[in-house]
């Protein structure tokens, strides 16, 4: 695997290709306690800047966590092609009433049984400030291949790239 550090406009344009690619992620709050706290989410957007934003609830332990530690980060997987996205960065939260009718669809009504004005509807961005990936260069049949016969030979074959994403 070789190593292939972002920059500026580079890697935000890599960030956003993947978090769009993949959609759902692990989203990771750190309670008082100090264990982890995970739960997929669906992103709603990812801005010009990188910021990635959600639509959440105040009664969420997420929301809970997130009232004294505003650090957060996101996991992205995409084992079908190899692709992994690792993401740290600091949470804002608002209501701000015109992105949640931006945001809304219909998928949101299963988790707010008001609708689109439940009082408990809120925006989670994430504004990241380090992040990693890894990727592959080819299909995941080209990858496998690759590792097998690097096996096979005991030769390194260069089976992806893996490298810090620098907004």
Excluded at 23 to 50: A, F, K, N, W
Excluded at 107 to 135: C, N, T
């Amino acid at each position: 695997m070789s190593t292939e550090n972002l920059n500026q406009q580079e890697a935000l344009e890599k960030l956003k290709a993947m978090v769009d690619k993949i959609d759902i992620g692990m989203l990771c709050t750190y309670p008082e306690d100090g264990y982890v706290h995970s739960v997929p989410m669906s992103r709603q957007e990812i801005d010009e800047e990188g910021n990635i934003r959600f639509l959440f609830s105040s009664e969420s332990e997420t929301f809970k966590h997130l009232q004294h530690e505003k650090k957060i980060s996101l996991l992205y997987s995409d084992i079908s092609n190899y692709n992994f996205l690792s993401i740290n960065g600091v949470a804002e939260i608002s209501k701000d009433q015109a992105l949640i009718d931006k945001y809304w669809n219909k998928m949101m009504e299963a988790w707010f049984e008001k609708g689109q004005q439940d009082p408990h509807i809120r925006i989670l961005k994430v504004i990241p400030s380090q992040a990693h990936y890894w990727d592959n260069k080819t299909n995941k049949l080209v990858t496998l291949f690759k590792v097998a016969l690097s096996a096979i030979s005991g030769k390194k074959m260069d089976i992806g790239r893996e490298g810090d994403l620098n907004l």
